[in-house]
């Protein structure tokens, strides 16, 4: 197999010295693989996508572990180095593209931008290149939206235009934070139509966030899940929906146990709070909401235990936790 | 864009009335009769009569309003009562001359503000930040009086190098006229300066925490192709700022024009004040009201036509 299209480390972020938003993530991406990472708000997600760009606030951040994308060494980079490897290796697309497009500049101007930014191109060829975009990713009369400035368009084609964005430079990695989260449920499906053919046809590796756990199924070779800044578990989208071991990942399934597999709905609470970053509990980070938890859960972090090819949780007692799944379902909330 | 125009513009017409109308109360509000300061203390019933017809005080004030608003509209307001020039010259002289110190101020101003909160706003609560913004408060809050008794006595006494006060004789070419600008409108400049510094630190880290910055980042773009586009995204406010700032100092500073003897609109208010020179009053008071009610309209429409998200409908 040829070299992972990234691989992470025993990562960890560290806000302000204490909130250790993420908490040694190690993940593996292969070319042209999809991952979905899935998780309740704030466990991590975000954070740990940012990561591979390097976008935090370098003032008050703390990056350890490695990074790897595309065989390079992310955390080893210079500023310059960086600012060549962003937009063109890898991109973003984020939750709400109204915020995250400069409202000032129209749509095709901030592609054109890009493009010249990596590459060598004029005024009109970077303008070329993005109708070619704004025609591949579907987006109806392209020419007169590409002077378009952002609160111009509607939440769809605002999407769709970051995504063209996002592939300007023929990325090798797309991270996508939530891309469908702010839209209308017609809308998520076809944004995800689309991501899914774009990236078969780019040969792209996605590391896809959501809460979704339908979309995650719909897209995502993989899954993991995140907790308190941790995956505690990961394995094929298959395992996952089957054989979850995690009784984290079996709560997350459980509270959607009416149609598991329907789309737009968000995950629900599990009963309790995640923990508070800054101080961590010493050992199992879900030991105080687990319905399986026992002393030496509180003792020592669990190291992730395999169950399967490619699957594994962060769980002392995949053993027993099956046993959690058959019980009397709670009654769905409504 | 065209209608937006049409619009903006004929809002101004009503603005302009009234500001027509405050003026020329002006007269009629002001303590004492309007005619007491043209007549002698001895002036006999029939030379008072006689005055009041010819100034028409006499007639109904919706008459006389329309009279004054007709001959002003002619560019005829009336006649100093102090010098016995024509008002319209007076003030255009006086105007003339405010206009260039109150630009060059603003310039200044705007240049040197713009400077330090950018730079304040970028490294926001650093010691620079710090440096900056006691500099601009500084500059809000120094005396201007003072300031400018400090640099006539530092640039023109002690060390020579500029003129201390007036505005030359006109005959001294442009760089020779712009040495007896430079103290005056300094020492002006550091009104505009404050503020736009504190504007545009505000502008500034406002823009820098906006999420649409991380997208830039994350587009590839280096610092310098943040700075752009922040600079375009500040661009609409901050000019604005400069444009209502120049439309202040284009009251002309009192202290200021006192101080350096600058033949401005200041100082002209000065003399028709303490002279009671009301006609040169109110034909100062109305033009710069226009001045600064068409600075105003410009300020919208050049916000407007930078700032896309501004709905022009
Ligand atoms: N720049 C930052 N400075 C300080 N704390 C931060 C910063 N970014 C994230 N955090 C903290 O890190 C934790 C994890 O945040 P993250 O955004 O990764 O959550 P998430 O899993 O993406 O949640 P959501 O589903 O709500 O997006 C949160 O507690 C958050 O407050
Ligand atoms: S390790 Fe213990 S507390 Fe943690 S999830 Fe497993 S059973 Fe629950
Ligand atoms: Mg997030």
């Not at chain 1, 065989?71 to 060549?84: P, W």
């Not at chain 1, 939750?95 to 009109?124: C, F, M, N, W």
């Not at chain 2, 009301?278 to 009610?293: D, H, R």
Request: aromatic fraction near 8%; glycine fraction near 8%.
């Amino acid at each position: 197999m040829t070299e992972p299209a990234i691989q992470i480390r025993d990562l960890r972020v560290t806000f302000g010295g204490v909130v250790r938003a993420v908490d040694g993530v190690d993940l593996t991406l292969h070319q042209g693989e999809v991952v979905a990472l899935i998780g309740e708000s704030g466990s991590g997600k975000s954070v740990t996508l940012r990561s591979l760009m390097r976008l935090h606030p370098p003032r008050r951040s703390r990056v350890e572990g490695s990074i790897t994308v595309a065989g390079r060494d992310v955390l080893a980079m210079s500023e310059r180095q960086l600012a060549d490897y962003r937009g063109a290796t890898v991109s973003m697309i984020f939750q709400e593209p109204l915020l995250a497009l400069d409202p000032v500049y129209t749509v095709g101007e901030q592609i054109a931008e890009v493009i010249r930014r990596h590459e060598k191109a004029s005024r009109a060829e970077a303008r070329a290149r993005a109708l070619e975009l704004f025609q591949k990713v579907r987006i109806p009369s392209p020419e007169r939206r590409l002077d378009a400035y952002p609160h111009e368009m509607s939440g769809g084609m605002r999407q769709r235009a970051m995504i063209a964005l996002a592939l300007a430079c023929r990325p090798k990695v797309l991270l996508a934070d939530e891309p469908t989260t702010a839209l209308d449920a017609t809308v998520q499906i076809q944004i995800l139509l689309l991501l899914r053919e774009l990236q078969r046809e780019f040969g792209l590796s996605i590391v896809f966030v959501t809460h979704d756990l339908g979309a995650a199924v719909e897209v995502a070779d993989r899954i993991a899940v995140m907790y308190a800044g941790r995956i505690v578990e990961e394995g094929s989208a298959r395992d996952l929906i089957r054989d979850p071991r995690h009784p984290y990942t079996i709560g997350l399934l459980k509270s959607r146990a009416e149609g598991a597999l329907a789309k737009g709905s968000r995950l629900d609470a599990i009963p309790g709070s995640p923990p508070d970053l800054a101080h961590l509990p010493p050992g199992c980070p879900f030991a105080p909401r687990c319905p399986l938890a026992i002393e030496p859960c509180r003792a020592d972090r669990p190291p992730p235990i395999p169950i399967g090819p490619g699957h594994a949780a962060r769980c002392i007692r995949t053993d027993v936790s099956p046993g959690l799944l058959a019980r009397h379902p709670e009654p769905a909330p409504a | 864009m065209l209608a937006y125009l049409a619009r903006r513009v004929a809002y101004t017409v009503p603005i302009l009335f009234g500001v027509a109308l405050v003026c020329f109360a002006l007269v009629h509000i002001a303590p004492g009769d309007p005619l007491v300061s043209v007549l002698p203390p001895d002036a006999s019933a029939d030379l008072q009569a006689m005055l009041r017809t010819l100034y028409g005080f006499d007639r109904s004030y919706p008459e006389q309003f329309g009279r004054w608003l007709w001959r002003a509209a002619h560019g005829d307001l009336g006649t100093s009562i102090a010098t016995g020039r024509p008002v319209t010259d007076e003030v255009f002289k006086a105007v003339g001359y405010t206009l260039r110190l109150s630009i060059l101020a603003t310039l200044i101003g705007f240049f040197f503000g713009s400077l330090f909160g950018f730079v304040a706003g970028y490294y926001r609560d650093s010691l620079v930040d710090k440096a900056a913004s006691a500099l601009s408060v500084l500059g809000v809050s120094v005396p201007h009086y003072w300031l400018g008794m400090v640099l006539v006595i530092v640039f023109a006494a002690i060390l020579g190098w500029l003129p201390p006060t007036g505005a030359g004789s006109g005959n001294e070419g442009f760089f020779g006229s712009l040495r007896f600008m430079i103290l005056p409108a300094v020492t002006m400049s550091v009104i505009p300066m404050g503020i736009v510094a504190r504007t545009v630190r505000a502008l500034v880290a406002d823009i820098l925490a906006q999420e649409f910055v991380i997208g830039l980042r994350a587009k590839g773009l280096t610092d310098w192709g943040v700075f752009r586009h922040v600079v375009k995204n500040a661009a609409p406010t901050a000019l604005a700022v400069m444009g209502l700032q120049l439309g202040y100092l284009l009251g002309g500073s009192i202290l200021i024009e006192t101080v350096f003897s600058w033949p401005g609109t200041g100082f002209l208010l000065n003399a028709a004040i303490f002279q009671r020179d009301l006609p040169l009053l109110q034909g100062t008071i109305l033009v710069l009201a226009l001045f600064f009610v068409i600075l105003n309209l410009l300020v919208d429409v050049v916000q407007t036509a930078l700032d896309p998200r501004i709905q022009r409908s």
